[in-house]
């Protein structure tokens, strides 16, 4: 852990430039949001906040925030929360999030202690504003998602800030290294930087991090997704189930052709990543001769072979209901889904070959944790046999516990100076 330079040192000339770039820009904020309003891609009720007005009050005592930019970051994030909280019940937690879908499953998965606001804009009024309102005791930013504005903001105003659950691909490197002073500069005011994986950390290195200790994804040891008991109660007569989820159209394939051959044994759910798409799924499970029902139109009384779940937040429910997923995006480009949410609720998983956006994850479950299925039959074996998958993953997922309460007393320390 390194000391953060002097909060009134000079602001570097690539900052500056920054910060009067996004001062120019700062009367058309308002124009921009409201029109991405009316394309449905900000939360119409609450947009107010991307220019740093809060819609909820600030809790009394030490408040930590936090930010992801998406779901996947925000939902990981809540680990976090639970083992600092664990170890300072005093501790509120603000998590932050760029996206409008990100409030939606927050709200799905709550935490005690926690509230959830949009990250305001990175211009000088509205981080500015953001800041004088929340006065956080720390600022603690997850994976890639660094807004040098604010970051240089927070550390004029004395605040310490960490970097974790850090990723940073050679791809991604590239393009940060095109503006790399501007990086620097937003990296000089972390106080901490702890990365997912090695090659993280050199990226960083190379983009002008001094320090950057490893110790994994913090995805292990998020809390269970929310539950759903009374829809559980009502479903779980049909089971058994299995589940496709998040998927996308290559493993949906796989996955039907699977249930082709397990039909009347089990049902087969679908949980797409897009929610658009629930049509053209039932249509391909009709023509391939399987019954299929949206999940949100109510279930026929008779059994049904696919069950596509078209309500977005629910996948707590289907990972309880299911003894196995088949993790979507990874048959594809998309390289990959989290599979630790469905390991969380005692879910055996099943992946493709391309995982490189969970590289780290598929690979600390490699060994007996999950199973590696390239064909429709390979997914029918690996079905036959999740007893001892779950088991080693579940044990997979203990063991980094204890890393992770190693980094949030890390974090602590930061608060108390």
Known sequence: MRTVADPHRTMPRAMRFYRTSTRLIE??????????????????DRWHEKLGQPSTGRPNGPLVWMHGV?????????????????????????????????ATAFANNPIEGTIHQFLPLDTPKASGAFLDYWQPNLGIWAEQDLWPGIVWDA???????????????????????????????????????????????????????????VSGSLKPVAPPLADWPEARAQLAPRGPFWVNAPSHPADEALAIAAQKQLKGQRTL????????????????????????????????????????????????????????????????????????EAIALGCAVIHGPRT???ANDY????????????????????????????AKAEATRSAEFDRKAALAARLLELIDG
Not at 27 to 44: M, N, V
Not at 85 to 101: C, E, F, G, K, M
Not at 300 to 324: E, M
């Open 356 to 358: 490189a956006n969970f």
């Open 70 to 102: 998406g779901v996947g970051e925000v939902l990981a994030l809540r680990g976090l929360v639970s083992l600092m909280r664990s170890a300072r019940p005093d501790l509120n937690v603000l998590i932050t999030s760029s996206a409008a879908s990100s």
């Open 269 to 340: 759910v679908i949980a797409p990543r897009l929610l658009g798409r629930v049509d053209d799924i039932l249509t391909t499970c009709r023509a391939e001769g399987l019954t299929a029902a949206r999940w949100s139109d109510g279930l026929p009384d008779t059994a049904v072979d696919v069950i596509v779940a078209d309500t977005f937040g629910q996948l707590g429910l289907w990972y309880r209901l299911a003894d196995a997923a088949l993790i979507g995006g990874t048959f594809s480009d998309i390289e990959g889904h989290n599979p630790w």
């Open 27 to 44: 009367p058309f904020a308002p124009r921009i949001l409201r029109s991405r309003l009316a394309k449905g891609k900000e939360d119409p």
């Open 363 to 390: 690979a600390a479950l490699s060994d007996g944790g999950a199973t590696l299925a390239t064909s429709a039959q390979e997914i029918i074996a690996a079905l036959a046999d999740t007893t001892r998958t779950r």
């Open 155 to 213: 550390a004029a105003r004395g605040i310490p800030q960490a970097m974790v659950n850090a990723r940073l691909n050679g791809a991604a490197l590239a393009k940060r290294q095109r503006a790399h002073k501007l990086y620097k500069a937003a990296l000089d005011c972390m106080s901490l930087i702890d990365a997912q994986e090695d090659d993280t950390a050199q990226n960083l290195k190379a983009l002008g991090a001094a320090e950057v200790s």
